[in-house]
């Protein structure tokens, strides 16, 4: 509950960093997607906005517990549930859990299912390869098929990122993503989710002919949502 | 120190959701202020985003203990010097450093020391009755006066934050706060200070005919000289 009030809405806590602006547009989205007149409207939200977690994508890196032990200071620190402003942290999202023993809003399975409920056969996934393997976990489970670029084409995206995350979301690197999103739908996508919480940064639905699922933004609207008490909270693993 | 690095810069911890945009609006000051190619480049910074602390300009409202609160939960989680992205809660910086133990980069010193660096004698605030307060006291330190509205254009300044914390920033209110920044200057001001954190999100230095000083831009680039060691940080209560 949150510090200081009667109210009954959850205060939520947000894993972050990975990267920065990406996490500033996770927040201003949760703002937005709130109905708030005054300040005590809002939510509370407490974030560790953490760049030094160290790099997601390799394996042994120790970024497990570095995310273990920020999500138990937030449970700490008065966070009801958690959510993870990142896709690919997704990894460790089970020793997340237990270590802070709060529900997670899981951004992995919030945009496969909208996947599917947009009747998507075939989901074109940009993110990272660790992000790809969650992805095709989760939309297997729901029987939908993954399509990701070829790997030359990856490593050119991954390149792609690293200049949003250095802060280039110019037409150059807007083009670029929207040429990695045609590259999904000519191998047979139809819905393009942007799986890679600094891709949405440098791209909308104007620049894909398939549906087109921003993770960060849904994410941000069932926390909303499950923070108000619009819609249950997940259950706690082993609850 | 950062979790999860060896490297040596501090963790920030941040007061915020006094308004919720407002901190929105300091965090995205700090990371453009922040000489950053890659994601570590980056400061780490623990906020809490609550909007639920009782109303910083009612005397006995209980807004100290749970910003106290909220400063050592802070200082648990990791973060290593403190900042508070609101002029009116500095009422409680004393109690704020002794519960978190740790030190406050003050947003109010900040603002008064930048006004006498450029010169001001006399300093017209926009702010709460509180933040005058704090701002008066401040100012007189270093040998400033202060000018502020007389207590009718008080009370409509203080109907327009209200506005501005509901999201209009639309040109009607826009209007208003230049014509508070231009009583001010009639006043006598030779400087003016945005010194409520909603007010540099409806104004800026083409609103004012003299100086304009927003604290929490300020604040924002002396957190990040702070963090990354370009900087001493200010010596913790009692130490």
Redesign the interface.
């Known amino acids: 509950m ?4 009667s ?1 009954t809405s959850l205060a939520l806590g947000v894993l972050g ?5 990406a996490t ?1 547009d996770f ?2 989205k949760l ?1 937005s997607f709130t109905p ?19 790099d997601r994508n390799l394996a042994g890196s ?2 497990g517990p ?1 995310l273990a ?2 999500a138990g ?2 449970a ?3 966070a009801d549930v958690l959510a993870i402003a990142c896709n690919t942290a997704h990894a460790h999202a089970d020793l997340i859990q237990r270590a802070s023993g709060l529900p997670l809003i899981d951004m992995i399975e919030t945009a496969s299912s909208a996947a599917r409920d947009r009747g998507a056969r075939r989901v074109g996934v940009l993110g990272t390869k660790v992000a790809l393997r969650l992805y095709r976990e989760y939309l297997a489970a729901q029987a939908m098929g993954l399509v990701t670029l070829e790997p030359r084409r990856q490593d050119e995206f991954m390149a792609t990122i ?1 200049k949003i ?3 280039d979301t110019g037409p150059g690197v807007r083009r670029e993503m929207a040429d990695y999103a045609a590259d999904l739908v000519a191998g047979g996508a139809d819905a393009l989710i942007a799986g890679c919480t600094e891709a949405p940064l440098a791209m909308g639905p104007k620049d894909v002919r398939v549906a087109f699922i921003d993770p960060g933004e849904l994410l941000a609207r069932r926390c909303v949502a499950v923070c108000l008490g619009l819609e249950p909270a997940p259950a706690a693993l082993g609850a």
Chains 1, 2 share one sequence.
């Open positions: 949150a510090e200081g009030s109210d960093g990975m990267g920065p602006a500033l927040l201003t703002q708030a007149k005054t300040d005590q409207d809002h939510i509370r939200v407490l974030v560790d906005i953490n760049p030094k977690v160290p120790g970024a570095v032990e920020m200071a937030l700490g620190a008065g690293y995350k250095a802060g």
